[in-house]
């Protein structure tokens, strides 16, 4: 978004580093400075559009292209009401096409195409199916909480680990600088050869990051996303059926070509039937491919089922 310029009052993400792009329900953008200006007197319209705006529309514009803001936001709108689930409907059939009825939705308010018959059919499926709605938006609600739960969870680690490790990191800057003053203290008050006080502090230094390697790792007992292991969803599963039985023995599949024996690798070089294949590329062979074995399956395809009669 660098080259892109409000286009109120011009101004380039080049010219002003912290230009703040806005964009409102209409999908035509507006730096955050003449956003401010245009409700300077409580109301305003947009500049391309002209149609009325409101302040508390306006949000940050995240993509460069303004259009898909628009159509992020008539889809979060939508599927607000339409956000009927797949066990809602008798058949497959039927869901594919209510998702085909609601893309077309959003595409003809994207595009204004059609816009108030548009609306009209939005407004008469919110008063058919307004139990429905309100059912799947509760259902919906509790799915979005367990979410947020998790990603507050996940917040907090990251917080808390964030500030452990700024302490250790301050602990070693403090430790490194105690161990500079020590080692200029000795070389300026001892008696002893510089170069063995140096090597001294040296050997000290070395055993020290041998014996913080040594040190055992903290035992993890979170995910990433700071859910605890062992913690229990809200639903139950069955448990894993445990078979004591023999233990896996490979066997070699056998296959009946019902037809000539194929030859063996060793054959299809001696006999030259390679050279009638051509060798592989170097990118080829890193992928898998080779020549052997793309040769001797030509021969087995080519003899499979030679020797076979149809059973009277």
Same mark, same amino acid.
């Given at each position: 978004m660098d080259d892109?310029?409000? /286009?109120?009052? &011009?101004?380039?993400?080049?010219?002003n580093p912290s230009l703040k792009m806005m964009v409102n329900v209409c999908g035509h953008g507006l730096c955050e400075s003449c956003v401010d200006l245009l409700f300077l007197k409580g109301s305003g319209?947009?500049?391309?559009?002209?149609?009325?705006?409101?302040?508390?529309?306006? &949000?940050?514009?995240?993509?460069?292209?303004a259009t898909v803001e628009k159509e992020v936001d008539i889809r979060r709108r939508v599927l607000r009401d339409f956000n009927k689930k797949e066990e809602d409907f008798a058949s497959l059939r039927e869901y594919n096409d209510y998702l085909e009825e609601v893309e077309t939705i959003i595409y003809n308010l994207t595009n204004n195409i059609d816009i108030i018959n548009t609306n009209k059919k939005i407004e008469q499926y919110k008063k058919d199916n307004r139990e429905l709605i309100q059912k799947n938006k509760s259902r919906l609600g509790k799915d979005e909480y367990e979410i947020e739960e998790m990603l507050e969870i996940e917040k907090q680690m990251n917080e808390a680990r964030k500030v452990e490790i700024l302490a250790e990191e301050s602990e070693a800057k403090k430790k490194k600088l105690q161990r500079k003053e020590a080692l200029i203290d000795e070389l300026?008050?001892?008696?002893?050869?510089?170069?063995?006080?140096?090597?001294?502090?040296?050997?000290?230094?070395?055993?020290?990051?041998?014996?913080?390697?040594?040190?055992?790792?903290?035992?993890?007992?979170?995910?990433?996303?700071?859910?605890?292991?062992?913690?229990?969803?809200?639903?139950?599963?069955?448990?894993?059926?445990?078979?004591?039985? /023999?233990?896996?023995?490979?066997?070699?599949?056998?296959?009946?070509?019902?037809?000539?024996?194929? /030859?063996?690798?060793?054959?299809?070089?001696?006999?030259?039937?390679?050279?009638?294949i051509r060798t592989e590329t170097e990118a080829e062979r890193a992928g898998g491919f080779n020549t052997k074995i793309a040769c001797l399956r030509a021969l087995q395809e080519a003899m499979m089922g030679l020797y076979h009669t149809k059973k009277l």
């Amino acid at each position: 978004m660098d080259d892109f310029a409000c /286009p109120r009052c &011009r101004t380039t993400k080049f010219q002003n580093p912290s230009l703040k792009m806005m964009v409102n329900v209409c999908g035509h953008g507006l730096c955050e400075s003449c956003v401010d200006l245009l409700f300077l007197k409580g109301s305003g319209s947009c500049p391309e559009c002209r149609i009325p705006l409101r302040r508390n529309n306006f &949000r940050v514009q995240m993509f460069e292209d303004a259009t898909v803001e628009k159509e992020v936001d008539i889809r979060r709108r939508v599927l607000r009401d339409f956000n009927k689930k797949e066990e809602d409907f008798a058949s497959l059939r039927e869901y594919n096409d209510y998702l085909e009825e609601v893309e077309t939705i959003i595409y003809n308010l994207t595009n204004n195409i059609d816009i108030i018959n548009t609306n009209k059919k939005i407004e008469q499926y919110k008063k058919d199916n307004r139990e429905l709605i309100q059912k799947n938006k509760s259902r919906l609600g509790k799915d979005e909480y367990e979410i947020e739960e998790m990603l507050e969870i996940e917040k907090q680690m990251n917080e808390a680990r964030k500030v452990e490790i700024l302490a250790e990191e301050s602990e070693a800057k403090k430790k490194k600088l105690q161990r500079k003053e020590a080692l200029i203290d000795e070389l300026m008050f001892s008696n002893t050869d510089a170069k063995n006080i140096v090597e001294t502090f040296a050997q000290q230094v070395k055993e020290e990051k041998e014996e913080e390697a040594k040190r055992p790792l903290q035992k993890i007992t979170k995910f990433s996303t700071g859910i605890e292991f062992g913690r229990k969803s809200h639903s139950t599963f069955l448990p894993v059926p445990v078979d004591d039985g /023999p233990l896996y023995h490979y066997k070699p599949v056998v296959i009946e070509p019902d037809g000539p024996q194929p /030859p063996s690798e060793e054959d299809i070089i001696q006999q030259k039937f390679i050279n009638h294949i051509r060798t592989e590329t170097e990118a080829e062979r890193a992928g898998g491919f080779n020549t052997k074995i793309a040769c001797l399956r030509a021969l087995q395809e080519a003899m499979m089922g030679l020797y076979h009669t149809k059973k009277l």
